[in-house]
C-alpha cells in the first residue's frame, strides 16, 4: 500500500532547510570569505586582502584585552555555573508545598531580557545604589564600591549578573536529569549510613555526570559569546577606556556605522568560532578520558 | 530538615526575585521621594504610576510593544509552523537523505549565533529588509533547536499510532494533524514559550539591523531611553517593568506546560 507520495517529506521539510541555508550554513561560508576581504556596511567595491585582517588582529590591543576578558569571564562562570545550579536543583527536587512555586520564581531571571536585569543591576550596583547604600548603612564601607567604573569590579560584576541569571536555566537542566538517577542507589546508601553531603558525592554526582559534561560546554560557550551584560553595564561604552569589551561588542561595534568594517569583523567572527571550540574540545577529551 | 530546607528557598527566592521587587519599587516611588537614601525602603511612601505615564513622553514606548509584538509573532508564528511540519518529516516519514538533513540541523548548534551575525546582516541588507521589522524577525522564524525538539516529540510516538491512521487511508497531512500533533503539545508549548521569549528578549540582532528611533524593539527603545534621555532612576526602572512584566505574566500562565514540556520531552528524547 502507497502510504505517502515521494515529496511529501521534502514539503514539509524545505522551508525549514531553506531557512538553515540561508540563514546559517550560508553565512557561516559567508562569514569565512569575508574575513579575506575589507567589506563595508555601505557596500563599494569589495577587494580580498588575504590574511590583512587576521594579522591586524594580532596587532590590536582592543582584541588582546577582550580575548583577556573572555578567558578570565569563563574561568569564573564555569565552576560556579557546573556546581551551583546542581545544588539549586537538588533543593527544589523533592515535592514540599509550594515547590513548584520556588521553581518559576528561579527561573525568572532566565526569561527577562538581559536589557532588562542589566538595568536593573546598574541601579543595584550604582555609587548610591541599593548594594552600596546598604553596605554604608552597615557600617561595612565609607566610600561607595565602584562596582561600574573600575575596570576589574566591572568585569567582575557582569559576571555576577550572568551567573545570577543563568542559575534557573541550568537548574531546569539538572532537574530533568536527576529524574533518572537511581531511587535505590541513595536508599542503599541511606541504609548504609551515609549522609545528605557523601550521598549527594557518591550517588547524585556520578549520576548527572554527563549532564555535569554537557553544563559545563553549554557555559562556557555561553561565556565566552557575552555581549548584552557587560553592554548595558558599560552603558554601551565598554567600561573604563573600553577596556571591559568582549569580543561579540568588538563584533557589533564593526557590523555597523559609518566606520563599520564587515572584513575585520567577519575576522572577529572566525576568531569568536575558533574560541569556543576550544573549550568544546578540551571538555570532550577530558570526559571521553574520564570515562575509560 | 523541612525548616532548613525553606530557609534556603526564601533565600534563593531573595537573590533570584529581590532585585524585580526592588526595581519595580523604585519604579512606583513619587518624584518627592529620595530614592538615594542610605536605609534603603523597600516600600514607596508615595505610590505613583506616574513615572510608566512619563516613558511614554519620553520614548514611544507604545509603538515599540507593538514593534516587539511583530517581531515576536512572527517569530512565534514561523517556528510552530516549520519546526512542526520539518520535525514531523524526519521523525516520522521515511525518505532519501533524511539522515543528512537531521545531520545538517544537528552541526547548526555547535555554531554560536553571534559568529554568523555580520555576514547574516549582509543576508538580510541584500533582501533588502535592513532596518525593517521583518528584518529582524527572518534569521529566527526559524531556530534549528526547536527543529529538534519537535524530532524528539514525534520520535517518541510509538509507531502503532501511524499505523491505525494508515489503514483507515488518512494521508500524511490528516496524520500530522489529527494523530501526532495532539499527542506533541506540551513540546509544541514549549517551542511556542522559547520562541516569545527568544524574540521578545534579543538585544544584539536587533541593534545591528535597526537604525532609525521608531522601528525599534523595546528592549533596543530601553537602552536607548536609559542612555540618551534620562537620568532618572524612576524613569528607568518603570521602562524596565514595562519591558519585564508581559513577559512574566505570560511565563507564569504558561509554566505549568512549560516544566511539564521540560520534564517528559525534552531531555530524555
Aim: hydrophobic share 55%; net charge positive; proline share 5%.
Amino acid at each position: 500500500m502507497k502510504t505517502q507520495r515521494w515529496f511529501t517529506p521534502w514539503v514539509l521539510v524545505l522551508p525549514a532547510l531553506a531557512w538553515l541555508l540561508v540563514f546559517s550554513v550560508w553565512p557561516s561560508i559567508n562569514t569565512l570569505r569575508l574575513s579575506f576581504t575589507d567589506a563595508k556596511p555601505l557596500g563599494g567595491d569589495v577587494d580580498f586582502v588575504g590574511l590583512r585582517n587576521y594579522t591586524d588582529m594580532l596587532h590590536d590591543g582592543d582584541v588582546r584585552t577582550a580575548l583577556l576578558n573572555s578567558v578570565i569571564y569563563m574561568a569564573i562562570c564555569l565552576p560556579l555555573l557546573t556546581i551551583l545550579p546542581l545544588l539549586l536543583a537538588v533543593l527544589v527536587e523533592k515535592k514540599l508545598p509550594g515547590i513548584a512555586f520556588f521553581r518559576t520564581a528561579f527561573y525568572v531571571p532566565v526569561i527577562a531580557s538581559a536589557v532588562v536585569v542589566g538595568l536593573i543591576w546598574t541601579w543595584l550596583l550604582d555609587d548610591r545604589g541599593l548594594i552600596n547604600n546598604l553596605a554604608r548603612h552597615l557600617h561595612l564601607i565609607t566610600e561607595p564600591v565602584p562596582f561600574l567604573t573600575d575596570r576589574w569590579l566591572l568585569l567582575i560584576s557582569a559576571i555576577s549578573l550572568t551567573v545570577w541569571k543563568g542559575l534557573g536555566y541550568y537548574m531546569i537542566v539538572y532537574l530533568a536529569a536527576l529524574g533518572n538517577v537511581r531511587k535505590d542507589l541513595h536508599e542503599a546508601a541511606a541504609i548504609d549510613g551515609a549522609g545528605a553531603v557523601r550521598r549527594f558525592l557518591t550517588v547524585t554526582v556520578p549520576g548527572v555526570r554527563g549532564t555535569m559534561f554537557l553544563v559545563s560546554i553549554l557555559v562556557s560557550v555561553a561565556a565566552l559569546r557575552v555581549f548584552s551584560e557587560l553592554y548595558i553595564l558599560t552603558g554601551g561604552k565598554g567600561g573604563p577606556g573600553g577596556k571591559d569589551q568582549s569580543l561579540v561588542m568588538l563584533i557589533q561595534q564593526y557590523a555597523g556605522g559609518f566606520y563599520g568594517d564587515f572584513g575585520y569583523a567577519s575576522a572577529l567572527s572566525v576568531l569568536l568560532f575558533v574560541v569556543t571550540l576550544i573549550p568544546m574540545i578540551v571538555l570532550a577529551r577530558l570526559n571521553l578520558r574520564s570515562e575509560r | 530538615m523541612k525548616t532548613l530546607r525553606y530557609l534556603l528557598l526564601i533565600l534563593v527566592l531573595a537573590i533570584t526575585v529581590g532585585p524585580f521587587l526592588w526595581e519595580l519599587s523604585t519604579s512606583l516611588k513619587g518624584a518627592g521621594e529620595d530614592i538615594y537614601t542610605t536605609t534603603p525602603s523597600f516600600v514607596p511612601h508615595q505610590p505613583t504610576l506616574n513615572n510608566y505615564a512619563k516613558v511614554a513622553d519620553a520614548i514611544p514606548v507604545w509603538r515599540y510593544i507593538g514593534n516587539s509584538l511583530v517581531v515576536a509573532a512572527l517569530t512565534v508564528g514561523g517556528n510552530i509552523l516549520f519546526a512542526t511540519t520539518a520535525g514531523y518529516a524526519i521523525a516520522r516519514l521515511r525518505f532519501r537523505g533524511r539522515g543528512l538533513v537531521l545531520g545538517l540541523f544537528l552541526s547548526t548548534l555547535v555554531l554560536p549565533g553571534e559568529v554568523t551575525i555580520v555576514s547574516q546582516y549582509v543576508t538580510v541588507r541584500d533582501f533588502g529588509l535592513a532596518d525593517t521589522l521583518v528584518g529582524v524577525a527572518l534569521p529566527g522564524m526559524v531556530a534549528a533547536l526547536n527543529v529538534l525538539l519537535m524530532y524528539n516529540a514525534f520520535r517518541a510516538l510509538p509507531r502503532e499510532l501511524d499505523e491505525a491512521a494508515i489503514v483507515d487511508g488518512a494521508t500524511v497531512p490528516q496524520r500530522l494533524l489529527r494523530v501526532s500533533l495532539p499527542a506533541v503539545r506540551g513540546t509544541l508549548a514549549v517551542v511556542a514559550i522559547f520562541a516569545f521569549i527568544a524574540a521578545w528578549d534579543d538585544f544584539l540582532w536587533p541593534l545591528i539591523v535597526l537604525t532609525s528611533p521608531e522601528k525599534y524593539t523595546l528592549t533596543v527603545g530601553l537602552q536607548y531611553l536609559s542612555g540618551t534621555f534620562t537620568q532618572d532612576q524612576r524613569l528607568i526602572a518603570a521602562g524596565t517593568m514595562i519591558a519585564f512584566i508581559p513577559i512574566a505574566i505570560l511565563f507564569s500562565a504558561l509554566q505549568r506546560y512549560f516544566f511539564k514540556g521540560v520534564e517528559e520531552g525534552g531531555v530524555k528524547g
